[in-house]
């Protein structure tokens, strides 16, 4: 197995990273830096979730939008500060509470989450880092305003544009064990992916080798037609795939269907070639037999 560039470069000083939202992604880099001595707070906003944070070994902040952090003092001690919240209708949350004080900050390196949604509909054609903003609807558009508040504050920022999130807990492999798998088919359509853990791994090497001001594309090296993931996830699990349906007779909710609005691959050149990163899985097919011996070994432990 090929070493993270956090297990290969140990950081030399672990600092403190302060994350506003502690989801999927943000669990996912605790993870990698606390093992190396990093100091981790993490925000929620309901006492069931800020309980899971402390039960990481994390420090828990309660912040929501309306109610901002009550004590600046690990915000403004923070080292390094990453933030996940999404922008809502009214804006940037975290933006819209702790602006002045971000500004304030002596962080050494800022990163923000945002998305590859906001590069709209390519009709399959790639994209990079350097091209043009072509957000298709209001959730999109919000990302590209909020990205651009970010970088207003004038802080060390690095925005990472995420493609489609996927990993234990969140997978082909768990919505067709479930039941609700769909083959939908679209001609032409394709989305870009990548795991949870290679996000992690991307942060990890960009607070390594800062870079005021870089943006980078996450994703795997393979944009691939959904219907070819969940084939490819019931093959692992031995099941009769579902039958594919055509994108018009699909039952889909908005949300779902607002996502087939676009079709584009993803360039990830800028995190090989600049942040030196080798994905664990560098495909979908890697991501899911991973997916797949992580689920077996909760299993084993839980009959053990």
């Given at each position: 197995m090929r070493a993270h560039p956090s297990e290969?470069?140990?950081?030399?000083?672990?600092?403190?990273?302060?994350?506003?939202?502690?989801?999927?992604?943000?669990?996912?880099?605790?993870?990698?830096?606390?093992?190396?001595?990093?100091?981790?707070?993490g925000t929620a906003r309901s006492a069931a979730r800020l309980a899971e944070i402390a039960a990481t070994g994390a420090t828990a902040h309660s912040f929501d939008r309306g109610?901002?952090?009550?004590?600046?003092?690990?915000?403004?001690?923070?080292?390094?500060?990453l933030s996940s919240v999404p922008p809502d209708e009214a804006g940037d949350p975290v933006l819209d509470a702790h602006a002045a004080d971000l500004a304030q900050s002596s962080a050494a390196w800022v990163g923000y989450l945002s998305t590859t949604g906001v590069y709209g509909d390519r009709q399959g054609g790639w994209v990079e880092e350097d091209d043009a903003l072509r957000p298709v609807g209001p959730r999109q558009a919000r990302r590209v305003t909020a990205e651009a508040g970010w970088r207003a504050l004038g802080l060390p920022l690095h925005i990472f544009r995420l493609a489609g999130i996927y990993g234990p807990g969140r997978s082909a492999i768990d919505t067709v064990r479930s039941g609700r798998a769909?083959?939908?088919?679209?001609?032409?359509?394709?989305?870009?992916?990548?795991?949870?853990?290679?996000?992690?791994?991307?942060?990890?090497?960009?607070?390594?080798r800062p870079n005021p001001g870089a943006i980078y594309n996450v994703a795997d090296n393979e944009p691939a037609p959904p219907q070819d993931v969940i084939l490819y996830a019931c093959q692992l699990l031995g099941v009769t795939p579902p039958p594919e349906i055509p994108f018009d007779a699909a039952d889909l909710s908005p949300m779902a269907r607002s996502f087939y609005a676009e079709?584009?691959?993803?360039?990830?050149?800028?995190?090989?070639?600049?942040?030196?990163?080798?994905?664990?899985?560098?495909?979908?097919?890697e991501g899911l037999v991973g997916v797949m011996g992580d689920s077996a070994a909760v299993d084993q432990q839980a009959t053990a």
């Open positions: 290969a470069e140990p950081w030399r000083k672990p600092g403190v990273l302060f994350c506003f939202g502690f989801g999927y992604s943000a669990r996912a880099l605790a993870a990698q830096l606390a093992p190396a001595g990093w100091q981790i707070h109610q901002p952090l009550t004590d600046l003092t690990a915000l403004m001690a923070a080292t390094h500060i769909q083959r939908v088919v679209k001609p032409g359509q394709v989305f870009a992916r990548i795991h949870v853990d290679d996000i992690a791994t991307v942060l990890a090497a960009s607070i390594a079709s584009k691959r993803v360039s990830n050149r800028r995190i090989r070639e600049e942040l030196g990163v080798t994905l664990r899985y560098p495909t979908y097919r």
